[in-house]
């Protein structure tokens, strides 16, 4: 007798009435009912995907830079950039509906939309941006080149761990000059990025296509720009990899649920709130292999604390939030979480801690400061900076909406959501005890980010793993050109001074070529790309930072004056502080051009040198100081 399910047709009565099917014939099997997705189908996909890479690489190279204006870049993209774009985004989302998930796909459609969307600076000025990045080529080289660490010379060799790194590169590879490592760091950063981000998602969401949209939606609303050439990009990649590892590998509760009567009120609440615990991406290792792992992940812990202050900080909540839902069963890594960063900043950083113990500890408690305060001061400077800052307002007020709704559809569809929404929360923790100002929240911002996208996708797609529907497509889509559109505005619209030029460089380096050994080097404002050489054998000055400064004072020439009083001083101007001063607010409106004229004629100022980039001054000592 031949098995047949329960109420399945005999297999005649299935073809009687197919005229296609001779008597007695099976049905020959289809792509479709094999559910199964045509070569070609994947192969236009590619080649689509292709086509965006070249148009959008191509469509880059032809922005003047010269044209970037208070805006920054999206004034200055031709149309072709925007079709490539597009062109991107349909991709992936026509690759996310196909009847089979193709993960190479979906990889290459990720990195081509990061290219697109994230390399712009690298194509079109061909150098690295902001001058933090020439600050840590040039620390790194300083490193390398004699070996040893000075505390009392800089803060960031209070936490040296990247800076090693990059020298130890410098080092094995014979390359002294790592500007195009610093130039495409952005990309390369964020390719680092997609593996952890993917398996953090899958451990997250209720199924694949899931987590691939969440991750495609970090890609396309991560647009804070701290994945330059930093300790903090750097660390950043390790905090995601090891929150990727721990859920991949050491999930579940850390104690018997049963055992005592808060760990038992504990698991039952969780579970009510979200009882649906995905499995996708679980690995089951060895004692030993997870051993090893263990290990490794006191390292990444380890790595993130010798690098940066404030992401090991950051890591504190988000492995405690995992631990209460259940998915940290390493109950003792929260806490060498805090005993490594704590122990580090008492001990390997005490020459930090003791020249800023005061701005460490004043601001403690006072969220308002933190927060609001903080945020209220980058709602300055020309309108044109007012309107970037608040499109980066929006896109986070955007995100955050749609992951509180995403969080309330998964409590009532049953589908994951505690986890990512305690991870995406944790780092809030850090405001009422990190003074560090505006930069805080943009960091709690990113930190939050790889968890939020997670509930994000919950109200554009299904918990089921079959393919999108049109409309959910349509939607997911839509969504995508907004937060890609928006993060144009939002990344970019400081173009004008967070990049630099050829003729900048130039100035700087006959700078160098020019003043002695130990010289006072002093910028107008805060925003030079210099430093990547000879960090430690000048003194370095600034007259006023690139910060918003209410009712900003005119400069003087005196103030350069008493710098260089007792044995002269090397003034330089660039283009990009006057574009940092206009923006933020620095200086009055005009202020830089009207300093430049004025002092060029005030006795003991010569004009060493100058060009399209900018301007250098020597400023005599002892005779100006008369």
Request: glycine share 8%.
């Amino acid at each position: 007798m031949t098995h047949r399910t329960a109420g399945s047709p005999p297999a005649h009565a299935a073809n009687r009435h197919d005229p296609r099917v001779r008597d007695g014939a099976a049905k020959p099997p289809t792509h479709r009912n094999l559910g199964l997705t045509p070569t070609w189908h994947v192969g236009a996909l590619a080649a689509a995907a292709a086509v965006a890479l070249v148009l959008g690489v191509w469509s880059m190279t032809q922005v003047d830079p010269t044209r970037i204006g208070g805006s920054g870049l999206i004034d200055v993209l031709p149309p072709a950039y925007f079709v490539a774009l597009a062109l991107s985004l349909t991709g992936f989302v026509a690759s996310l509906s196909l009847r089979r998930l193709v993960p190479a796909l979906l990889t290459w459609q990720i990195m081509v939309t990061v290219v697109v969307l994230h390399g712009a600076d690298a194509v079109i000025h061909g150098l690295p941006r902001l001058e933090a990045s020439y600050r840590h080529l040039g620390i790194a080289d300083t490193i390398a080149q004699s070996g040893q660490l000075n505390p009392n010379l800089d803060a960031y060799f209070n936490w040296p761990g990247f800076f090693n790194l990059l020298a130890m590169l410098s080092g094995a590879t014979g390359t002294k000059d790592l500007m195009g490592i610093a130039t495409w760091a952005p990309v390369g950063i964020n390719i680092l990025l997609l593996a952890p981000l993917l398996a953090l998602a899958r451990r997250l969401t209720a199924n694949p296509r899931q987590a691939w949209a969440a991750v495609w939606i970090f890609y396309l609303a991560s647009w804070i720009g701290q994945d330059y050439l930093s300790p903090q990009g750097y660390s950043f990649l390790l905090l995601v990899t090891l929150v990727a590892c721990l859920l991949c590998v050491f999930g579940g509760w850390a104690w018997p649920p049963d055992r005592t009567r808060s760990s038992r009120w504990l698991t039952r609440n969780v579970t009510r709130l979200d009882g649906a615990v995905p499995r996708q991406g679980i690995i089951e290792p060895s004692p030993r292999d997870a051993a090893v792992l263990v290990v490794v992940c006191g390292l990444l812990l380890l790595a993130m604390t010798t690098s940066h202050q404030l992401t090991p900080f950051a890591a504190i909540p988000i492995l405690a939030a995992l631990l209460l839902t259940g998915r940290l069963r390493l109950r003792f890594l929260p806490v060498l979480a805090v005993v490594l960063p704590v122990g580090w900043l008492f001990f390997a950083a005490s020459t930090f801690l003791e020249g800023h113990f005061g701005q460490l500890f004043s601001a403690l408690g006072d969220i308002g400061a933190n927060s609001f305060g903080a945020l209220s001061t980058r709602v300055s400077g020309s309108d044109a900076h007012v309107f970037v800052v608040y499109t980066r307002m929006a896109e986070v007020a955007l995100v955050w909406i749609l992951a509180a709704i995403g969080a309330f559809m998964g409590y009532r569809r049953k589908a994951p959501w505690l986890a990512a929404a305690a991870g995406a929360l944790a780092p809030l923790v850090l405001i009422p005890l990190q003074p560090y100002g505006g930069e805080l929240l943009l960091r709690l911002y990113l930190f939050s980010l790889p968890f939020a996208v997670c509930l994000a996708v919950l109200p554009l797609m299904s918990d089921r793993s079959a393919g999108l529907s049109l409309r959910r497509a349509v939607g997911l889509l839509l969504m995508g050109a907004v937060l890609a559109t928006t993060t144009i505005v939002s990344r970019y619209g400081n173009d004008s001074m967070e990049s630099f030029n050829d003729d900048e460089i130039a100035v700087v380096n006959h700078l160098y070529a020019t003043a002695p050994t130990g010289a006072v080097l002093i910028e107008a404002v805060r925003n030079t790309p210099w430093r990547f050489q000879h960090y430690a054998e000048y003194d370095y000055r600034a007259l006023v930072p690139a910060e918003p400064i209410p009712d900003a004072p005119p400069l003087s020439c005196d103030a350069a004056n008493q710098i260089a009083r007792k044995a002269g001083a090397y003034l330089i101007i660039t283009e990009s502080q006057q574009a940092a001063a206009e923006l933020r607010g620095s200086t009055p409106t005009g202020d830089l051009q009207r300093f430049i004229a004025t002092c060029a004629t005030s006795p003991g100022w010569t004009k060493v040198y100058e060009n399209a980039g900018g301007v250098i001054f020597h400023i005599e000592g002892v005779s100006n100081a008369k």
